[in-house]
Protein backbone atom coordinates (compact mmCIF):
# COMPACT_ATOMS: atom_id res chain seq x y z
CA UNK A 1 0.00 0.00 0.00
CA UNK A 2 1.29 3.75 -0.92
CA UNK A 3 0.82 6.71 0.55
CA UNK A 4 -1.55 8.05 -2.50
CA UNK A 5 -3.53 4.55 -1.86
CA UNK A 6 -3.59 5.95 1.70
CA UNK A 7 -4.89 9.78 0.06
CA UNK A 8 -7.53 8.06 -2.39
CA UNK A 9 -8.81 5.94 0.20
CA UNK A 10 -9.43 9.47 2.81
CA UNK A 11 -11.11 11.30 -0.44
CA UNK A 12 -13.45 8.22 -0.91
CA UNK A 13 -13.79 7.43 2.52
CA UNK A 14 -15.16 11.73 3.08
CA UNK A 15 -17.61 11.49 -0.26
CA UNK A 16 -19.37 8.02 1.20
CA UNK A 17 -19.54 9.60 4.46
CA UNK A 18 -21.23 12.71 3.04
CA UNK A 19 -23.59 11.16 0.35
CA UNK A 20 -24.07 8.26 2.80
CA UNK A 21 -25.38 10.95 5.60
CA UNK A 22 -27.22 12.45 3.34
CA UNK A 23 -29.43 9.22 2.65
CA UNK A 24 -29.45 8.21 5.87
CA UNK A 25 -31.13 11.27 6.82
CA UNK A 26 -33.22 11.17 4.01
CA UNK A 27 -34.31 7.61 3.86
CA UNK A 28 -34.04 7.08 7.97
CA UNK A 29 -34.45 9.86 9.84
CA UNK A 30 -36.97 12.42 8.65
CA UNK A 31 -39.26 9.59 7.76
CA UNK A 32 -39.08 8.00 10.81
CA UNK A 33 -39.05 11.51 13.17
CA UNK A 34 -42.10 12.72 10.75
CA UNK A 35 -43.95 9.23 12.13
CA UNK A 36 -42.50 8.95 15.41
CA UNK A 37 -42.30 12.47 16.91
CA UNK A 38 -45.00 15.13 17.87
CA UNK A 39 -44.06 18.51 15.46
CA UNK A 40 -42.29 20.07 17.79
CA UNK A 41 -40.25 17.43 18.85
CA UNK A 42 -39.49 16.69 15.47
CA UNK A 43 -38.21 20.20 14.78
CA UNK A 44 -36.04 20.33 17.85
CA UNK A 45 -34.28 16.83 16.74
CA UNK A 46 -34.16 17.65 13.19
CA UNK A 47 -32.79 21.00 13.74
CA UNK A 48 -29.97 19.28 16.03
CA UNK A 49 -29.28 16.84 13.34
CA UNK A 50 -28.75 18.91 11.13
CA UNK A 51 -26.20 21.34 12.94
CA UNK A 52 -24.50 18.62 13.92
CA UNK A 53 -24.62 17.05 10.09
CA UNK A 54 -23.18 20.97 9.08
CA UNK A 55 -20.69 21.38 11.60
CA UNK A 56 -18.98 17.89 10.72
CA UNK A 57 -19.15 18.72 7.04
CA UNK A 58 -17.65 21.82 7.57
CA UNK A 59 -14.77 20.78 9.69
CA UNK A 60 -14.46 17.54 8.85
CA UNK A 61 -16.08 16.98 5.39
CA UNK A 62 -15.01 19.53 3.51
CA UNK A 63 -10.90 19.87 4.58
CA UNK A 64 -9.99 16.40 4.25
CA UNK A 65 -12.25 16.60 0.23
CA UNK A 66 -10.15 20.01 -0.16
CA UNK A 67 -7.05 18.38 0.84
CA UNK A 68 -6.58 14.78 -0.54
CA UNK A 69 -8.15 16.26 -3.80
CA UNK A 70 -6.00 18.89 -4.26
CA UNK A 71 -2.82 16.11 -3.56
CA UNK A 72 -4.88 13.55 -5.93
CA UNK A 73 -4.95 16.46 -8.66
CA UNK A 74 -1.09 17.70 -8.09
CA UNK A 75 0.02 14.18 -8.27
CA UNK A 76 -1.78 13.55 -11.41
CA UNK A 77 -0.38 16.51 -12.80
CA UNK A 78 -3.20 18.17 -13.53
CA UNK A 79 -3.62 21.87 -14.10
CA UNK A 80 -5.83 24.36 -14.62
CA UNK A 81 -5.69 24.09 -18.55
CA UNK A 82 -5.79 20.76 -18.20
CA UNK A 83 -9.23 20.77 -16.92
CA UNK A 84 -10.14 22.05 -20.42
CA UNK A 85 -8.95 19.06 -22.28
CA UNK A 86 -11.33 16.24 -23.28
CA UNK A 87 -11.85 12.91 -21.02
CA UNK A 88 -9.96 13.32 -17.56
CA UNK A 89 -10.10 17.08 -17.43
CA UNK A 90 -13.48 17.69 -18.51
CA UNK A 91 -14.82 15.08 -16.20
CA UNK A 92 -12.85 16.50 -13.42
CA UNK A 93 -13.63 20.13 -14.06
CA UNK A 94 -17.27 19.06 -14.18
CA UNK A 95 -17.28 17.05 -10.65
CA UNK A 96 -15.76 20.28 -9.20
CA UNK A 97 -17.83 22.74 -10.32
CA UNK A 98 -20.89 20.15 -9.43
CA UNK A 99 -19.19 19.98 -5.82
CA UNK A 100 -18.91 23.81 -5.58
CA UNK A 101 -22.91 23.68 -6.55
CA UNK A 102 -23.96 21.05 -3.79
CA UNK A 103 -21.64 22.97 -1.28
CA UNK A 104 -23.89 25.98 -2.04
CA UNK A 105 -27.00 24.39 -2.08
CA UNK A 106 -25.85 23.08 1.43
CA UNK A 107 -25.65 26.15 2.71
CA UNK A 108 -28.33 27.78 1.33
CA UNK A 109 -30.44 25.21 2.83
CA UNK A 110 -28.76 25.68 6.31
CA UNK A 111 -29.91 29.45 5.83
CA UNK A 112 -33.52 28.33 4.48
CA UNK A 113 -33.67 25.87 7.18
CA UNK A 114 -33.25 28.71 10.13
CA UNK A 115 -35.17 31.26 8.19
CA UNK A 116 -38.23 28.90 8.39
CA UNK A 117 -38.75 28.39 5.04
CA UNK A 118 -39.15 24.39 4.77
CA UNK A 119 -40.47 24.21 1.29
CA UNK A 120 -36.99 25.77 -0.17
CA UNK A 121 -35.21 23.52 2.68
CA UNK A 122 -36.70 20.56 1.43
CA UNK A 123 -35.69 22.11 -2.38
CA UNK A 124 -32.04 22.51 -1.55
CA UNK A 125 -31.68 19.32 0.37
CA UNK A 126 -33.10 17.22 -2.52
CA UNK A 127 -31.12 19.14 -5.05
CA UNK A 128 -27.71 18.49 -3.38
CA UNK A 129 -28.94 15.35 -2.16
CA UNK A 130 -28.83 14.68 -6.25
CA UNK A 131 -25.73 16.69 -6.73
CA UNK A 132 -23.91 14.86 -4.73
CA UNK A 133 -25.11 11.49 -6.28
CA UNK A 134 -23.99 13.42 -9.43
CA UNK A 135 -20.58 14.10 -7.77
CA UNK A 136 -20.07 10.21 -7.12
CA UNK A 137 -21.12 9.49 -10.77
CA UNK A 138 -18.97 11.92 -12.13
CA UNK A 139 -15.88 10.53 -9.82
CA UNK A 140 -16.77 6.79 -11.13
CA UNK A 141 -16.24 8.13 -14.56
CA UNK A 142 -13.16 9.72 -14.40
CA UNK A 143 -11.00 7.93 -16.88
CA UNK A 144 -8.14 5.68 -15.48
CA UNK A 145 -4.72 6.86 -16.01
Do not use: N
Amino acid sequence: MTWWSVVRFLHVLGAALWVGGQLALSLVVLPLARRLLDEQRRAEVLTAVGRRFGLVTVAGFVPVQIATGVAIAWHKGITWASLAEPGYGRVLAAKLALFCAVMIAAGAHGWAAGAGRPRLARTLAVSGLVGSLGVVLLATALPVT
